[in-house]
């Protein structure tokens, strides 16, 4: 199984900041990877797929990039309701796996 | 608006067989070229991807659960289920149905990443 590792496991930032969760596989998936984004209590949202192309409705400010084993999810101008866990996953080999998640917390 | 929706038991005794089902409403189950998958996430852990089916009724399962699963497609009920026998509390979790849409690339569209999820149903297995 391919698997996917999340840094940092948590952050907290101020309103406004720039924040970069990275993905790495642990083999080279080319650009199939995808990023939800997880509330307490809620299903995942699926926020972008091929590393860096959005879910239609996915606002401008989550940018992701990568390819190949190192994969980036950027939020331009962290928001309040931008809380949660994010997880990145892999869809180049099965079975499909995930991330350990990222929690992110405004301060 | 494509929305997916979890119903089954929210407690399954030891050694039983958990049964869950997913309707879906805005789309069907046999329109497009979707997988339709199941995922769950235990208590405190990360997401697994339990296995899909296809309109065809193709299936993929994730070996680590392959021996105790099934999924089936019910066309006339724009449904799809999941069959998991022999549970353990280690199958206490949140189950999700999703969608899963074709990703093209190099002229194949062999790739396949979730788009829409149900609201997750908890199933606990007492120990």
């Known amino acids: 199984d391919i698997q996917m590792t999340q840094s940092p496991s948590s952050l907290s930032a101020s309103v406004g900041d720039r924040v970069t969760i990275t993905c790495r596989a642990s083999q080279g998936i080319r650009n199939y990877v995808a990023w939800f984004q997880q509330k307490p209590g809620k299903p995942p949202q699926s926020l972008m797929y091929a590393a860096s192309s959005l879910l239609s409705g996915v606002p401008s400010k989550f940018s992701g990039k990568g390819s190949g084993t190192d994969f980036t999810l950027t939020i331009s101008s962290l928001q309040p309701e931008d809380f949660g866990t994010y997880y990145c996953?892999?869809?180049?080999?099965?079975?499909?796996?995930f991330g350990p998640g990222t929690k992110v917390e405004i301060e | 608006q494509v929305q997916l929706q979890e119903s089954g038991p929210g407690l399954v005794k030891p050694s039983e067989t958990l049964s869950l089902t997913c309707t879906l409403s805005g789309a069907s189950v046999t329109s497009g070229s979707y997988y339709w998958s199941w995922i769950r996430q235990a208590p405190g852990k990360e997401l697994e991807w339990i296995g899909y089916?296809?309109?065809?009724?193709?299936?993929n399962y994730n070996p680590s659960l392959k021996s105790r699963v099934t999924i089936l497609i019910e066309t006339s009920m724009n449904q799809f289920s999941l069959k998991v026998t022999s549970v353990t509390a280690a199958d206490t979790a949140i189950y999700y149905c999703?969608?899963?849409?074709?990703?093209?690339?190099?002229?194949?569209?062999?790739?396949?990443?979730?788009?829409?999820w149900g609201q997750g149903t908890l199933v606990t297995v007492p120990s």
């Open positions: 996953q892999q869809y180049h080999s099965f079975p499909w796996t």
């Open positions: 089916i296809h309109k065809s009724g193709s299936t």
């Open positions: 999703t969608r899963s849409r074709p990703y093209c690339s190099d002229g194949s569209c062999d790739w396949y990443f979730f788009d829409y």
